[in-house]
T-cell receptor, first 114, second 109 residues
Framework: NAGVTQTPKFQVLKTGQSMTLQCAQDMNHNSMYWYRQDPGMGLRLIYYSASEGTTDKGEVPNGYNASRLNKREFSLRLESAAPSQTSVYFC?????????????FGSGTQLSVL | AQRVTQPEKLLSVFKGAPVELKCNYS??????LFWYVQYSRQRLQLLLR??SRESIKGFTADLNKGETSFHLKKPFAQEEDSAMYYC???????????FGTGTRLLVSP
């Protein structure tokens, strides 16, 4: 059981380049999230998808776009990368019902923008 | 607005000493509070939540609505408790989780 899978694990971009972070979960969870983790800032929510077909902005959405491709997959796109987007990105998912808000995290994508 | 404050970036204790990781929150409604933990080279994972009133790995946390706190406690720290701990807050119903800045716990032998 893979859980939440993120690709790539590492990426180096030049300023202005674009890329898409991929996330897939095999637990049939309804909700999915993208967080970034920065030293001293904790985890901050970028985008989330409460259910298949919906996408909403979190705390720090500027410079990103997200797509809920289907129930399994939730991608995060950087259209024009900036050094301020250097971070570790985590995808997470949650089921519905009483287990809502128990986040299952991926292993993270370490992104450096030069 | 939801806000979670973890005042300590680093907490260093010796094995066998008591541990208290502080978490204060700001929320106008009825909150749900959580502690998440990230061990070295492992994924971030749920440690415990106030609704369950459980003890996991010897850790407990009590929601104090008067003091708006949800401190994480363990009477006798172990070296394997060394990790990054995040306090998180959500409202009732579907609400996204807001995380604090985290506290790194270092337990020395």
């Amino acid at each position: 059981n893979a859980g939440v899978t993120q690709t790539p694990k590492f990426q180096v971009l030049k300023t202005g380049q674009s890329m898409t972070l991929q996330c897939a979960q095999d637990m049939n969870h309804n909700s999915m999230y993208w967080y970034r983790q920065d030293p001293g800032m904790g985890l901050r929510l970028i985008y989330y998808s409460a259910s298949e077909g919906t996408t909403d902005k979190g705390e720090v959405p500027n410079g990103y776009n997200a797509s809920r491709l289907n129930k399994r997959e939730f991608s995060l796109r950087l259209e024009s990368a900036a050094p301020s987007q250097t971070s570790v990105y985590f995808c997470a998912s949650t089921p519905s019902g009483t287990e809502t808000k128990k986040l299952f995290f991926g292993s993270g994508t370490q992104l450096s923008v030069l | 607005a939801q806000r979670v404050t973890q005042p300590e970036k680093l907490l260093s204790v010796f094995k066998g000493a008591p541990v208290e990781l502080k978490c204060n929150y700001s929320y106008s409604g009825s909150p749900e509070l959580f502690w998440y933990v990230q061990y070295s080279r492992q994924r971030l994972q749920l440690l415990l939540r106030h609704i369950s009133r459980e003890s996991i790995k010897g850790f407990t946390a009590d929601l104090n609505k008067g003091e708006t706190s949800f401190h994480l406690k363990k009477p006798f720290a172990q070296e394997e408790d060394s990790a990054m701990y995040y306090c998180a807050l959500s409202g009732r119903g579907f609400q996204k989780l807001v995380f604090g800045t985290g506290t790194r716990l270092l337990v020395s032998p």
